[in-house]
């Protein structure tokens, strides 16, 4: 699939725009309605509303555009993901496909000792006072590895431990207020490492390796636009690399893991 043979599906947001004159009147406007409303800090979004709605020659909006990944060809697609609410992994998470090591070993090449492997139950999960929980399970020829709160998986060195000796490794990460990752390593090498919100920006040995699967998601390579579904793109990126599609099966517990002490958030 070329470049030219797809339309991306850009969608527009819109959204208030509330300069500081606005946000002045309506503090005075709310309190002289009997709003509770404080001189400064963001504004309640119910008291916005009312203000609007008693001046709407005050409205303002800005437009953004964005580009909603979604299949255009067979096999994985965001759409899959729809399950996926957020915050359901987490507000920070690594998701990493692993080809080429049993469960066992990829926990140690995740920085697991021996004895932090073990059964993972329900209710465990990374706290900054307790161990960092990383479970794991056997897709077909691929081990998948979901860490909790963490991103150790999507680090150059443990990308480049999960994937020598001729392996492969993609990693997924999450992050709350840092950028979302998707790495794609092979052979000890880190071939291609993705911005999921903004694809243009790429890095690695081949950044364009994964051009492909990126026009099979209706996302040009080679725009600048911001993606509206980056993680259940990424998730889907990994998908068409490994054949591999996260289920809620996949987070049933109690399943092996490792419980890393020590953990750093």
Same mark, same amino acid.
Request: proline share 6%.
């Given at each position: 699939?070329?470049?030219?043979?797809?339309?991306?599906?850009?969608?527009?947001?819109?959204?208030?725009?509330?300069?500081?004159?606005?946000?002045?009147?309506?503090?005075?406007?709310?309190?002289?309605?009997? #709003?509770?409303?404080?001189?400064?800090?963001?504004?309640?979004?119910?008291?916005?509303?009312?203000?609007?709605?008693?001046?709407?020659?005050?409205?303002?909006?800005?437009?953004?555009?964005?580009?909603?990944?979604?299949?255009?060809?067979?096999?994985?697609?965001?759409?899959?993901?729809?399950?996926?609410?957020?915050?359901?992994?987490?507000?920070?998470?690594?998701?990493? *496909?692993?080809?080429?090591?049993?469960?066992?070993?990829? +926990?140690?090449?995740?920085?697991?000792?021996?004895?932090?492997?073990?059964?993972?139950?329900?209710?465990?999960?990374? #706290?900054?006072?307790?161990?960092?929980?990383?479970?794991?399970?056997?897709?077909?020829?691929?081990?998948?590895?979901?860490?909790?709160?963490?991103?150790?998986?999507?680090?150059?060195?443990?990308?480049?431990?999960?994937?020598?000796?001729?392996?492969?490794?993609?990693?997924?990460?999450?992050?709350?207020?840092?950028?979302?990752?998707?790495? #794609?390593?092979?052979?000890?090498?880190?071939?291609?490492?993705?911005?999921?919100?903004?694809?243009?920006?790429?890095?690695?040995?081949?950044?364009?390796?994964?051009?492909?699967?990126?026009?099979? +998601?209706?996302?040009?390579?080679?725009?600048?636009?911001?993606?509206?579904?980056?993680?259940?793109?990424?998730?889907?990126?990994?998908? %068409?690399?490994?054949?591999?599609?996260?289920?809620?099966?996949?987070?049933? %517990?109690?399943?092996?893991?490792?419980?890393?002490?020590?953990?750093? *958030?």
């Amino acid at each position: 699939m070329s470049d030219a043979d797809f339309t991306p599906l850009r969608v527009t947001y819109r959204q208030a725009t509330i300069s500081r004159d606005t946000s002045r009147r309506i503090r005075t406007w709310a309190k002289a309605k009997g #709003y509770a409303i404080s001189e400064r800090g963001g504004i309640a979004p119910e008291i916005a509303d009312a203000f609007f709605a008693a001046h709407p020659e005050a409205y303002e909006q800005t437009e953004s555009e964005m580009v909603h990944a979604t299949a255009r060809t067979p096999g994985a697609s965001p759409e899959d993901y729809r399950w996926l609410r957020e915050g359901q992994l987490g507000d920070i998470y690594t998701v990493v *496909f692993v080809r080429g090591l049993d469960e066992h070993e990829v +926990l140690r090449r995740l920085g697991a000792a021996d004895e932090d492997i073990r059964l993972i139950e329900d209710g465990e999960y990374s #706290y900054p006072e307790g161990p960092e929980i990383i479970t794991v399970r056997r897709v077909g020829d691929w081990t998948v590895a979901i860490e909790d709160c963490g991103w150790r998986g999507a680090q150059r060195e443990a990308l480049d431990a999960l994937s020598r000796d001729g392996g492969e490794a993609v990693a997924v990460q999450r992050h709350d207020y840092a950028q979302h990752l998707v790495a #794609y390593a092979v052979d000890g090498e880190l071939v291609t490492g993705i911005n999921p919100r903004f694809p243009v920006d790429r890095h690695g040995a081949d950044p364009d390796r994964l051009n492909r699967h990126l026009r099979e +998601l209706g996302i040009d390579p080679a725009a600048d636009d911001h993606i509206d579904n980056p993680i259940p793109a990424a998730l889907t990126l990994a998908g %068409r690399i490994t054949g591999v599609m996260i289920t809620p099966e996949h987070l049933r %517990r109690p399943i092996l893991g490792a419980a890393i002490p020590g953990a750093s *958030f």
